[in-house]
């Protein structure tokens, strides 16, 4: 079966390798259980540490696209082991912090590494699996999926005892492994983005408008930027609306981190299987799929009762991970390699500032009645999953033969690259 196959190709490739490994480091985060108690006992305010989070998401906003540019012209091993050894840097300050200059410079760096792997790492792990990339990228992501959740499961409950002995420790162990993961990467083969030979030597700026245009000009780049990075912010939302959901269900606060780590791991395992869900479904019903999880989970959560609340937060949970697999490969597939980390990185900027906007708007929504929020969530993701159809049906060149540009249906993206580039110059 084609998941057996993607996952022997992540642990049997000299490029996949050290991704799965560094991959499972990354999901250790053992303070994220009691991260907000940690940084109160190291002096700071709750209001402290919105403004943290604030300082790392304008991090990853300033650096995220130019780290895709530079990625499209150097060797992207060098940026993927920059984004590394940033993130221990960052642990490293975080666990070490007395004070909130030295969280909020932790905070900052953190951002500088998470831009530097958003778009190069998806675009390196697509361009390491050669020729049949996209026949086995819906797998190789899904199984690297499931190894981050896997192991984010076992760090929060690690996390968990460690912050009983010492609420220190989980801050500690969380640096050591993001040491190791730097290390590891170090290891990746390198891999310089294949050239477009006949086009002239582009500046950074144009290809910074060629990439925004090749965006802007592809539906189905647009809707994945969209149901990437955007709707990521509406299902996180779930970890903070499930709190008084639970509460007026009566669900024991005992079993909160049960039913959170339970939730990771069924996620984790669908993901697992991603390929094989692809494979008899098809990419357009795939997606569909996951959205779907989306829509009846957030809709069973308006019931206040202790079964539906539950069911319906393992089925958002469920959604939220089942469609990164289908996204990242869909979008990989359409964009050309010499461009490719370029425009994952402006695709993910554009969903993040969506994001930002939305937030105030389902935290407005949630301090007047949290039922009546998961509700219009589901009505909006129903909207966003219908919007899919016509799109996947007109443009995802999976579904049917567009042999009017080149007869090999593995050449379809790059024609309609050619003819969007004409149009931006």
Same mark, same amino acid.
């Given at each position: 079966?084609?998941?057996?196959?993607?996952?022997?190709?992540?642990?049997?490739?000299?490029?996949?390798?050290?991704?799965?490994?560094?991959?499972?480091?990354?999901?250790?985060?053992?303070?994220?259980?009691?991260?907000?108690?940690?940084?109160?006992?190291?002096?700071?305010?709750?209001?402290?540490?919105?403004?943290?989070?604030?300082?790392?998401?304008?991090?990853?906003?300033?650096?995220?696209?130019?780290?895709?540019?530079?990625?499209?012209?150097?060797?992207?091993?060098?940026?993927?082991?920059?984004?590394?050894?940033?993130?221990?840097?960052?642990?490293?300050?975080?666990?070490?912090?007395?004070?909130?200059?030295?969280?909020?410079?932790?905070?900052?760096?953190?951002?500088?590494?998470?831009?530097?792997?958003?778009?190069?790492?998806?675009?390196?792990?697509?361009?390491?699996?050669?020729?049949?990339?996209?026949?086995?990228? #819906?797998? #190789? %992501?899904?199984?690297?999926?499931?190894?981050?959740?896997?192991?984010? #499961?076992?760090?929060?409950?690690?996390?968990?005892?460690?912050?009983?002995?010492?609420?220190?420790?989980?801050?500690?162990?969380?640096?050591?492994?993001?040491?190791?993961?730097?290390?590891?990467?170090?290891?990746?083969?390198?891999?310089?983005?294949?050239?477009?030979?006949?086009?002239?030597?582009?500046?950074? %700026?144009?290809?910074?408008?060629?990439?925004?245009?090749?965006?802007?000009?592809?539906?189905?780049?647009?809707?994945?930027?969209?149901?990437?990075?955007?709707?990521?912010?509406?299902?996180?939302?779930?970890?903070?609306?499930?709190?008084?959901?639970?509460?007026?269900?009566?669900?024991?606060?005992?079993?909160?981190?049960?039913?959170?780590?339970?939730?990771?791991?069924?996620?984790?395992?669908?993901?697992?299987?991603?390929?094989?869900?692809?494979?008899?479904?098809?990419?357009?019903?795939?997606?569909?799929?996951?959205?779907?999880?989306?829509?009846?989970?957030?809709?069973?959560?308006?019931?206040?009762?202790?079964?539906?609340?539950? #069911?319906?937060?393992?089925?958002?949970?469920?959604?939220?991970?089942?469609?990164?697999?289908?996204?990242?490969?869909?979008?990989?597939?359409?964009?050309?390699?010499?461009?490719?980390?370029?425009?994952?990185?402006?695709?993910? &900027?554009?969903?993040?500032?969506?994001?930002?906007?939305?937030?105030?708007?389902?935290? %407005?929504?949630?301090?007047?009645?949290?039922?009546? &929020?998961?509700?219009?969530?589901?009505?909006?993701?129903?909207?966003?999953?219908?919007? %899919?159809?016509?799109?996947?049906?007109?443009?995802?060149?999976?579904?049917?033969?567009?042999?009017?540009?080149?007869?090999?249906?593995?050449?379809?993206?790059?024609?309609?690259?050619?003819?969007?580039?004409?149009?931006?110059?």
């Amino acid at each position: 079966m084609k998941f057996d196959t993607a996952a022997s190709r992540v642990w049997k490739g000299r490029s996949l390798f050290p991704i799965a490994v560094a991959t499972i480091a990354a999901g250790l985060s053992f303070y994220v259980p009691v991260s907000a108690l940690f940084l109160t006992s190291r002096g700071l305010s709750l209001g402290d540490i919105f403004v943290l989070e604030s300082f790392l998401l304008a991090s990853i906003l300033i650096s995220e696209i130019p780290a895709g540019l530079l990625a499209d012209r150097v060797d992207r091993r060098l940026v993927i082991i920059s984004g590394f050894v940033f993130n221990a840097v960052a642990e490293v300050l975080f666990a070490l912090g007395d004070s909130f200059g030295m969280f909020a410079a932790s905070f900052l760096i953190s951002g500088l590494g998470i831009a530097m792997l958003t778009g190069v790492q998806d675009a390196y792990i697509y361009d390491s699996l050669g020729e049949d990339a996209d026949e086995v990228s #819906v797998g #190789v %992501w899904g199984h690297l999926s499931a190894l981050e959740l896997g192991a984010g #499961v076992l760090g929060s409950i690690a996390g968990g005892l460690m912050a009983a002995r010492d609420i220190s420790l989980p801050a500690a162990a969380a640096a050591g492994v993001a040491i190791v993961a730097a290390v590891i990467v170090m290891f990746l083969p390198g891999q310089r983005p294949a050239s477009d030979e006949e086009a002239e030597p582009e500046t950074s %700026w144009s290809g910074l408008k060629r990439g925004v245009g090749l965006l802007f000009t592809s539906p189905i780049l647009l809707y994945t930027a969209v149901a990437s990075s955007a709707v990521f912010v509406i299902f996180n939302a779930v970890f903070t609306l499930n709190q008084p959901l639970f509460q007026t269900a009566d669900v024991p606060v005992a079993l909160w981190g049960v039913i959170g780590g339970g939730a990771q791991l069924v996620a984790a395992l669908y993901n697992h299987f991603a390929g094989s869900v692809v494979d008899r479904l098809g990419r357009r019903n795939g997606l569909l799929l996951g959205m779907g999880y989306g829509v009846g989970g957030f809709g069973l959560m308006v019931i206040p009762h202790p079964v539906t609340v539950v #069911v319906g937060f393992v089925l958002v949970v469920l959604g939220m991970h089942a469609r990164g697999p289908i996204t990242r490969a869909v979008a990989n597939r359409i964009i050309p390699s010499h461009r490719r980390a370029t425009v994952l990185n402006i695709a993910s &900027t554009l969903g993040s500032v969506v994001g930002i906007a939305l937030n105030p708007l389902i935290g %407005w929504g949630a301090e007047r009645s949290p039922a009546a &929020t998961v509700g219009s969530i589901a009505v909006i993701l129903a909207l966003l999953a219908i919007s %899919w159809i016509p799109i996947a049906d007109r443009y995802l060149d999976e579904e049917k033969s567009e042999d009017d540009c080149d007869p090999e249906p593995d050449k379809v993206p790059q024609c309609l690259e050619v003819e969007k580039e004409e149009g931006v110059r």
